[in-house]
């Protein structure tokens, strides 16, 4: 079975400047995350979709950082404008009927300068 | 909130070694999953092992085994035989039970094994 797809693999912006990352969920799962992970530290979740509706955006910077999962497949990050500070590698996982396995996608390294 | 502390930034061992890595926890739930998750360089992020925190059993998988302390909430580590290909970043990760719980992480352990 396919993994969890993401694009770009690397992106560089200057700041102010607008980016969209993409994330194909392995086929078949209602769950899907999108986590920010800051060099040296843990990832940390931005937001959590079921099917397409929102279950967790807490901690979405939502005056610069909007998701959509339209049709509850594929999902889109954006970033808009980017700070200096949101250089990070974005990384989108699902989940399936085991909602505890989460599964990671190889992640989106954004670079701000 | 949860909490997951990480306090070994980074670690080495010699192939063929064990090596633990420790992770402490913080929850007043009493179900719960934690996790073990290595990060190779290339970026993606693999489980090795979970376990249910209903479950007085340690999980094993192959030469990655677990030491689950659910009064002391702490949940290290133990890889035996240690490989080059064991090399990477390991993360501790806690979730609530239930169905698609958000997975907490701590801030990693750096795992070099060396020849």
């Known amino acids: 079975e396919a993994g969890v797809a993401q694009s770009p693999r690397y992106k560089i912006i200057e700041k102010r400047q607008s980016v969209a990352f993409w994330c194909n969920p392995i086929?078949?799962?209602?769950?899907l995350y999108w986590y920010q992970q800051i060099l040296g530290q843990g990832p940390k979740l931005l937001i959590q979709?079921?099917?397409?509706?929102?279950?967790?955006d807490s901690q979405l910077p939502k005056d610069r950082f909007s998701a959509e999962r339209l049709k509850g497949v594929d999902s889109t990050l954006k970033i808009q404008p980017a700070k200096l500070e949101d250089s990070a590698v974005y990384l989108c996982?699902?989940?399936?009927?085991?909602?505890?396995?989460?599964?990671f996608g190889p992640g989106t390294r954004l670079t701000v300068t | 909130a949860q909490t997951v502390t990480q306090s070994q930034p980074e670690m080495s061992v010699q192939e063929a070694e064990t090596v633990t890595l420790s992770c402490t926890y913080d929850?007043?739930?009493?179900?719960?999953?934690l996790f073990w998750y290595k990060q190779p360089p290339s970026r993606q992020m693999i489980l090795v092992i979970r376990?249910?925190?209903?479950?007085?059993q340690n999980a094993t998988e192959n030469r990655f085994s677990v030491n689950f302390q659910k009064a002391a909430k702490s949940f290290s580590l133990k890889i035996s035989d240690s490989q080059l290909g064991d090399t990477a970043m390991y993360f501790c990760?806690?979730?609530?039970?239930?169905?698609?719980?958000?997975?907490?992480f701590g801030t990693g352990t750096r795992l070099q094994v060396t020849l």
């Open positions: 996982a699902s989940s399936g009927r085991l909602g505890y396995e989460q599964y």
């Open positions: 086929s078949g799962h209602a769950t």
């Open positions: 979709f079921q099917n397409n509706g929102v279950v967790d």
């Open positions: 929850t007043s739930e009493s179900n719960y999953y």
């Open positions: 376990q249910e925190a209903y479950k007085q």
């Open positions: 990760a806690f979730s609530y039970t239930g169905t698609a719980s958000k997975l907490t």
